[in-house]
Each structure stands twice: as C-alpha cells, then as structure tokens.
C-alpha cells in the first residue's frame, strides 16, 4: 500500500512570519519551520490568510519552496472582519472545513495551531475535536534559546484521548468511582444490576435527559436519585441544587402552587409569592418521586415546562423560567396509567427516554451480603457504636434472607431488621438468638392477615376475630360500636398501606384538599394513639 502524502493546514501568522530582508532567516518563523524538520516531510501546505497579508504570504510560500522543495504551498483567502471574535471565527473555519475536499483514504491531515489567533486557534481544536477537520494537531516551538538556528521542535498531538494509555487510565478510574459512589461503595454481585449502574454512569455523566427510575417500593430509588445529583455536582455538571418532592403527598391547587409557584392572591390563602420547586430546582435536578400519582393539569404543566423550559406560577400571566434535570420515580406500571387514561401519553414519552428499573432485593440473592455488610455499618455510624455479627448469627440471617425471605419491603425491611437486631444486641454484637427473633418478627410482618368469616369480616363486627379483635384484643370490648367500625377501617387500609404518610393520604383524601396544609401521617398517628397503637403494632 503506498504511503499517504502529508496535508497541513493552518494560518498565516502574520506577527512570528514577518520579515523582508534576510535578516529574517536569523529568527524563528513558524510556518517556514514547519516545513525544515528532516522527520517530517509535508507534502503539501494549506495556508490561510488574509488578503491584506497577500504579499507576506507570497514570501513566505517562496521561503518554504527554497527549505522544502518538496512541498506545495496552496493559498487560501480567509476573511473576518473581526478576528477576536469566535461565533465569526468559528462559522467561517467551519465553512471552510466543509468545503474542504478530503481525502483521508490518501491523505493524512494535521492542524498546525501555532499560529493566528487565540481565538482561531481555539476553533480549530474545536472543529478537529469534532471531527470536521479529520486530523491532528501539530504545536510548534523555537529553538532553546532562541538565537540558536534551526526549525525548533513540533509535536503532534491525537486527540483520540482512548490511545494515551496514562490518559485512559484515569478516565477508567474516573469510572470505577463514580460506579462505586452509585451503589454506595457496595460491591454488588449481581450482573444486571452492575450494567444498569454502568449505563446510569455514562447517563449522568453525559446527558441532561430526564431519567426514569422504576421499582418495587424501598428499591432504593430516591437514594439513587440523590447519588445521580452528587455524582454531577462532583463533577461540575450542575450548580444548582438537589429538589425532592414526593408527588402522592400534594393535591388539587397545593399541587400546582408546590411545584410551579404562585403570585400573591392568586387564592385564598395566597398572602405572598411563592416561588415553587421547578424554580428553586434551577440549574440542578428535580427528583418527582412517585410522579404516577400527579394529577392531570400537573402532568400538562410539567411537560410543558421540560419541553419548553417555561411555564405560568398559579395566577400569573408572566412566564417562569428554569433550567433543571428532571429525574422521575415511580413504583407504578405508568404504562398502564396511560391505557387506563391516568398518565399522559405524551409526558411518559419525554420522561421515558432513559428509563432504568431497579430490582427487588429478592430478585438479587447475590448481593444481601454485601448490603448486610452496609446496613451494619450504616446502622453502627448512626448509633454510634461498633457493631458486630457473630459467625452463626450471620450465617443464619443469610440462609433465611437469600432463600426463604420475601423482602417485601425490599431495603427498607433490611433495614429495619438491622436496626433492631443492633438496637437489642448487648455490647453491640448481634447474636443468634437476636436472628432468630428477628426472623420470627419478619415472618410474621410478611405473613398475611387470617382469613376471616363473612359475617367477623364486616366492618365492627363483635366476631371474636374481627380486625379489632385482633388488634386490641380484649380492649375491644370496651369500644363503642361507631369506634369499633372506625377503627376497623383504619387498621384495614394500614395494613394494606406500605408507609403511615400513603396510609393518611388515603384516609384523609378529602378532607386533606381543603386544608392549606396538611400532614396526614401525624393525624394518623394521633388518631392510632388515642387506642394506645402505633403504626409498628399493625405490621407485627
């Protein structure tokens, strides 16, 4: 195969180039040196200038054809009117590379970028970074020192960073800890669940798309949402601030004043501007957790506003503005949301562009070690003692909690469970009478309520294994009939309620629209305290 002829580009420089007389061989010329090196022949110069520079470009072609008989100087017109300014610069160069006719097939192309200015040396690299200009970079320097003769030294630089291997290296190792950071510094096993961090790496670290996250409750997707933010912030990608709004806990007018903001008087209650969490998110990422649960009107303004960037605070004709990563989580199938007219088809079409759904704790057997390892000591740093698992204890919870556990409430409940092993451990050291408590605590959490008669079944039934019955016990006696039915109700939706927040929202759905601000969990909370119960006593 025969070699390939070497092309070099670049400009004039119509300062380091100067000279008439021949007083001009005792300095150094950049694009004259060029051309004198012995291991590096230039076939040919492509040399751009300006037309004022005509002359000075001629003596310079003459110059190289007396150093370089070789090579062919090729002259090319280059205007700007103002050379200091990039947007122009960069237009005209990247004009030129189109027109240019390459031939990479046989030629070899390097971009001589010691000379013209800063700002065309800039958008050069620029454009060979891109590709535009399918070539290399060559930097050239003066002899040291200076008065010596001779062309000085060059070095020509690939901006395929993939073949220094010091260079790649580090780029490697940049991954492996933006990886590790993801999951927390766990060194999880299993293999699909390393390629989706692998994906949400290259994901954060490259694209402002909003991100999907999906899952069965406590999969870890709000702590996963937090890692994404700080892994950009770390890498100066945002500069802005991390907004967590969980979207099942807002409703009706408090939805649309809480995400978009509001102007004073815009309703009752409205004593003042209020900004909301698009806004505050500007210039970082907005975490929407559970944002199935939005309403209609919500959902039309959220697309609205990451589409467009803007959109209307409640009562305002005056657009807002705000430039944020949209980061979603959901434990609900949205797609069929869509089917089932709850969740607008077109908003799950933007958000969905990047979607990743995080497994169960269940689904990943491999892994309970090394978050056992985790939660133990996340649970030690917080309790602020050293804590320690025995041998056989450990070997029991692992058997029981790879094999025979349903993990439910996936991390959540492995969290739990660590904490009141810690929490009863004497000297801090978990034993294996604490795992097998806590085993039987767990079984008896997962395991489902006993099936009832029809007739114990009814709301306030004074069946000895009504729902109260069996909550209150003999207590039960002592209640009124309307308390009996009340309470029957409540205990009925916690039980089938993952969290004492989603719980109150679905007891107090109405009455919670009309207050300006509500917190379902404490009113449940009171609620379950006047019978002396706490939300743990409806999950044993």
């Not at 090196?37 to 492509?46: N, P, T």
Request: net charge positive.
């Amino acid at each position: 195969m025969p070699k390939k002829k070497l092309v070099v580009l670049g400009m004039l420089g119509t300062t380091l180039d100067q000279g008439k007389t021949t007083q001009r061989w005792n300095h150094w010329r950049p694009t004259v040196a060029l051309c004198q090196h012995e291991d590096l022949l230039v076939d040919r110069l492509e040399l751009l200038h300006s037309r004022k520079f005509t002359a000075l470009a001629s003596r310079v072609r003459d110059d190289i054809a007396s150093v370089s008989p070789e090579t062919t100087v090729r002259a090319h017109p280059f205007e700007v009117e103002d050379p200091w300014n990039l947007e122009e610069v960069y237009g005209r160069l990247y004009d030129f590379a189109r027109g240019f006719p390459f031939r990479t097939d046989k030629e070899s192309y390097l971009i001589h970028i010691t000379t013209g200015t800063h700002t065309a040396q800039i958008c050069m690299f620029l454009l060979t970074e891109s590709r535009h200009f399918p070539a290399r970079l060559i930097q050239t320097s003066p002899p040291v020192p200076r008065r010596n003769a001779g062309p000085g030294t060059f070095a020509i630089i690939d901006l395929d960073l993939s073949k220094y291997d010091r260079i790649a290296a580090r780029f490697q190792t940049e991954q492996r800890e933006g990886l590790s950071f993801l999951k927390s510094g766990i060194d999880t096993k299993n293999a699909g669940f390393n390629r989706m961090i692998e994906q949400i790496e290259q994901v954060a670290g490259s694209s402002k798309d909003p991100i999907l996250l999906t899952g069965p409750t406590g999969s870890g997707k709000s702590q996963l949402a937090r890692r994404i933010f700080e892994l950009k912030k770390r890498r100066r990608q945002v500069d802005g601030q991390l907004v967590v709004v969980n979207c099942a806990t807002i409703r009706g007018d408090g939805a649309m004043s809480t995400l978009f903001g509001h102007v004073k008087g815009a309703f009752t209650g409205a004593l003042s501007d209020r900004p909301g969490m698009l806004r505050k998110a500007n210039g970082g990422v907005l975490f929407l957790d559970e944002i199935g649960e939005l309403g209609g009107d919500e959902q039309a303004m959220l697309l609205r506003a990451i589409e467009e960037k803007t959109f209307y605070p409640v009562g305002s004709d005056r657009e807002a503005k705000s430039e944020l990563q949209l980061i979603a989580g959901t434990n609900r199938d949205l797609g069929g949301d869509v089917l089932a007219g709850r969740f607008r088809e077109d908003l799950l079409a933007r958000i969905n562009l990047w979607t990743f759904r995080l497994p169960g704790l269940r689904e990943r057997p491999e892994d309970i070690e090394p978050n056992l390892d985790y939660e133990l000591e996340q649970t030690a740093r917080s309790m602020g003692l050293r804590l320690t698992m025995s041998r056989e204890a450990r070997d029991r919870f692992l058997a029981f909690a790879t094999a025979e556990a349903p993990w439910a409430g996936n991390f959540r409940d492995l969290n739990a469970a660590v904490r009141r092993m810690a929490t009863l451990a004497g000297g801090g050291r978990i034993g294996l009478r604490e795992v097998i408590d806590e085993i039987d605590r767990l079984q008896r959490s997962w395991r489902p309520l006993p099936s009832l008669s029809p007739r114990e079944s009814r709301p306030g039934s004074d069946g000895a294994g009504s729902v109260v019955h069996h909550v209150l016990g003999a207590e039960a006696e002592a209640l009124d009939a309307f308390d009996r039915v009340q309470l029957d109700t409540v205990v009925r939706v916690c039980r089938d309620s993952p969290t004492l927040s989603e719980a109150g929202r679905r007891l107090f759905g109405v009455s919670r629209t009309r207050k300006k601000t509500s917190n379902d969990a404490d009113r449940l909370r009171k609620y379950l305290a006047r019978f002396n119960l706490r939300w743990a006593d409806l999950h044993k």
